[in-house]
């Protein structure tokens, strides 16, 4: 039930019709992220994204919260490395008003120089946050670690020190530049009428300037793919843990072996029956929260481990991680395991897709990387074409050293750790 419709100024709407719901999801995705900002402009995609809901030309914050509220519908946004995206979720009756809002904030949001201020004081708390939540900060200080000084590294939400310089003018410019048609998508899944939408969307979108003003330094350092940084990082603070997080280069977004990489990073941490929890949790008690996760984007990507321990026991889980990555690369894997792993990644993905929210981000995200809708079975038999030869090449491809780090956080100068990530 996949339809496509380009814009005549280059918005594309994507539409996954579900008539057997009464919900619609409809997002406005752009093609910007926090990895197309330059230093001095860190945090400024997801400024923003807060701006974005702080009034209209006939809105105001209070009244767009309340339009959403009196329908019983969600109206939110989030910012990511490389997109931004502002959805609603209403029932099937109510889709008129969550394209109204959306499109009232996309195109009408007035930045007012007092919601601003205030704002501010928002995002800096949000950063301040972030970094009290000592298990969310070591994956901060770990891609400062592992992407050195590349805009991928840096956080989300900027630092302190750039959110506090930025003025209206910077906010207008930076829509001006980034927030052109051509790198807009409008998706939406649920109860709904894709032509009806798209008509409706070229109506209210469609006057969107398709030229814009021109993005200086288009091959600059924001376009560059990463040079990864290898080594251990210690960075000390007062905590009852240590908590580490562990990363290997790996694959892009659009690589190839993305399914063997699923099925790799579902073996080794991917949930209760991993490697990684039987392992370190269970056999050993050795941390509370152990797991794996794929960080992948248009060019680069790494496989990465968290782990929160005692400073006592943090030598040892480093190197039970390294030793279950060696064993992968070496081939010790059995058949079961692997069909375990398949039907685990199935079955997760079927039951995400159950809602159209799920289904309208899975059609964007498609679009983005892809420039295609990517179907459930084509996934699905990506998945179970995987071998165990597939699995090991690519885990021993992957265990280098030129392409490991390892980044600690705690009060790490009480005891000196004799860590290493050796993988003979």
Known sequence: MYKKTVLANGIRVLTEEMPYTRSVSLGIWVENGSRHEERH???????????????????????????????????????AKEYTCYYAKVLDENLPLAVDLLTDIFRHSVFDQEEIERERTVVLQEISQAEDTPDDYVHDLFNLDFFSDHPLGRPICGTAATVLKFHREDFLNFVQERYLPGKVIVAAAGHLSHEELASELERRLGSLNPVGSAIQNPKSKIEAAPTFQSGIFQHAKPLEQVHLCFGLAAISQCDPLRYAAYLLNTILGGGMSSRLFQEIREKRGRAYSVYSFLSTYRDVGYLGVYAGTSLDWAEEVVELIVAEMRKLATGEMRDDELERAKSQLVGNMLLGLESSDSWMSHTAKNEIYFGRPLSIEEITQGIRAVSRDDIVELSASVLRPEGMALTLLGDIEKKKLELSLAIQ
């Open 41 to 79: 402009q860190g945090g400024i995609s997801h400024f923003l994204e807060h701006l974005f809901f702080k009034g209209t030309a006939t809105r105001s914050a209070a009244r767009i919260a309340e339009e959403m509220d009196a329908v019983g519908g969600v109206l939110n946004a989030f910012t």
